[in-house]
């Protein structure tokens, strides 16, 4: 009589711990994404020139990964590997390039993106930042990509200027009049973009879930940002060497870069703003009861940039790795990552899950409690974030990049192979790293271990499917 008091309880307890699972609230999901942010321009990977406290705190209060990789090393097809999930062997943008009148290539329409996967799951989305992926009214259009709301830059050749002449609200060209076609700078549009962000979250409730898409512009170049307490706390603080470029006036064209008499307190100023924004979205998710059930995840699309006077080995922001952006060596593919979800995350954590952009998908599709598409190439890493499951691990991680003659990389375990040229050379030799031991990429392994570096040259063979519309090395820039 005992025994069956007992068991009857236990399968009591163990149906309601069931309900009670299938009751729990989906979580809302805010991804937050640099742009040209190397992986040691954030305090929590050791940045000493730049404060990041609302960074950091995210860092303390969640998971840090620090293997954790972006599609490729420049905006467009890095982004298009993070909403298809696939690698960019496999997406359909694959690189940077432009159709008239404005806006790059767009993303086919039969890609199946991850706001669409978690728009059929019941949630609202948004976007606001940088596209790139299809021009308004194109099958890339945002709106038609799954996004029921966008504010910010269709095109990221206009998104070279912080004071543009106008920017897009859903299929609505917003004029800037106040920045008269590129003559004055009187509005920021990161500042413009932000207010639109906070609207997003403002609007929200309890009763529906939410994916918030906030695709940044900031830190890339151009050096430029408002003259207020941020740069001022910087300027003095570093030796500068002014930078000349195309000024805003006349003859400015979308695509320049304007002149910078302090290119390092701005820059450092331009991250402090970066981490400001992201401030402002927790407060304003705590501000609306939000925070409890919503996973905020930071990142960057690519390493850091070189143009318009950056100088990333001053801020040393590649860290401890080799390479920029358009590289990649690990300090143009490895980024900050930061994951941040109170109660379910383990506050100051850190994670050396092997992962990429592709995983974005199938991890937000799980957590939302649908199915991802088919055939993508990333795997969940919902286990990992929430400590609960097995993590399922890639047997390696594949790159291609389709400018200066088209480049492969693989990391397979401690292994890294990068391959240069090719487009000239698809059969090329590679060069071989063990990251374990050589994180930099300072000594090249190939001679020592043919046979694994002719393994890792053939599976680039087997990853990178041709594509018509990207053939290697012809990507315009």
């Not at 950091?56 to 993070?82: H, I, K």
């Not at 432009?98 to 728009?119: N, R």
Request: charged content about 20%.
């Amino acid at each position: 009589m005992r025994f069956t008091f007992s068991y009857t309880v236990i399968l009591i307890l163990s149906f309601a711990s069931i309900v009670q699972a299938q009751k729990a609230p989906r979580p809302n999901i805010v991804f937050i994404i640099a742009d040209d942010l190397g992986y040691g321009d954030v305090g929590f990977n050791g940045q000493k020139k730049i404060k990041t406290p609302n960074l950091d705190r995210l860092a303390a209060g969640g998971m840090r990964f620090t293997q954790f990789y972006a599609g490729t090393s420049v905006c467009a097809p890095s982004r298009s590997s993070l909403i298809s999930g696939h690698h960019t062997g496999h997406t359909y943008i694959r690189g940077n390039k432009g159709v008239l009148p404005e806006g790059q290539e767009p993303i086919a329409d039969s890609v199946v993106t991850v706001a669409e996967v978690l728009q059929q799951a019941g949630y609202k989305t948004g976007a606001f930042g940088k596209w790139g992926l299809g021009p308004t009214g194109s099958v890339g259009d945002p709106n038609r990509q799954g996004f029921e709301a966008f504010y910010g830059y269709n095109c990221q050749t206009l998104a070279h200027r912080y004071y543009p002449n106008h920017l897009w609200e859903n299929d609505r060209k917003i004029v800037l009049e106040a920045n008269e076609s590129l003559r004055q700078t009187k509005q920021y549009a990161p500042d413009l973009i932000q207010a639109k962000a906070l609207d997003f979250i403002e609007a929200q409730s309890n009763d529906q879930p939410f994916f918030l898409f906030l695709p940044y512009i900031l830190p890339h170049a151009e050096l430029l940002v408002p003259d207020d307490s941020l740069l001022q706390y910087y300027k003095g603080k570093f030796p500068e060497k002014p930078y000349v470029g195309q000024d805003y006036g006349a003859e400015a064209t979308r695509g320049g870069y304007t002149s910078q008499p302090y290119p390092h307190a701005t820059f450092a100023a331009m991250v402090a703003r970066l981490d400001w924004y992201v401030g402002q979205i927790v407060a304003k998710l705590k501000e609306k009861g939000l925070d409890k059930n919503t996973l905020i995840i930071f990142t960057s699309d690519n390493g850091p940039h070189i143009e318009g006077g950056a100088d990333p080995d001053f801020f040393d922001s590649n860290g401890p790795f080799k390479g920029y952006k358009r590289d990649l060596y690990e300090g143009g593919i490895r980024e900050p990552f930061v994951a941040y979800w109170p109660g379910t995350i383990k506050a100051g954590s850190s994670s050396a899950y092997l992962g990429a952009f592709w995983d974005l998908l199938p991890t937000f599709g799980e957590l939302a409690g649908t199915s991802a598409p088919q055939g993508i190439d990333g795997l969940s890493f919902a286990a990992t974030l929430t400590g609960r499951g097995k993590q399922p691990q890639h047997s390696y991680l594949y790159w291609e990049f389709h400018e200066q003659n088209g480049k492969q990389a693989i990391r397979q375990g401690n292994w890294k192979a990068v391959r240069l040229n090719a487009g000239r050379q698809p059969n090329g030799p590679v060069e071989l790293y063990d990251l374990l031991k050589d994180p930099g990429e300072t000594t090249n392994l190939a001679s020592k271990y043919p046979a694994k570096a002719k393994e890792l040259g053939q599976l680039m063979n087997q990853s990178h499917v041709p594509s018509a519309l990207f053939p290697f090395g012809t990507a315009e820039k």
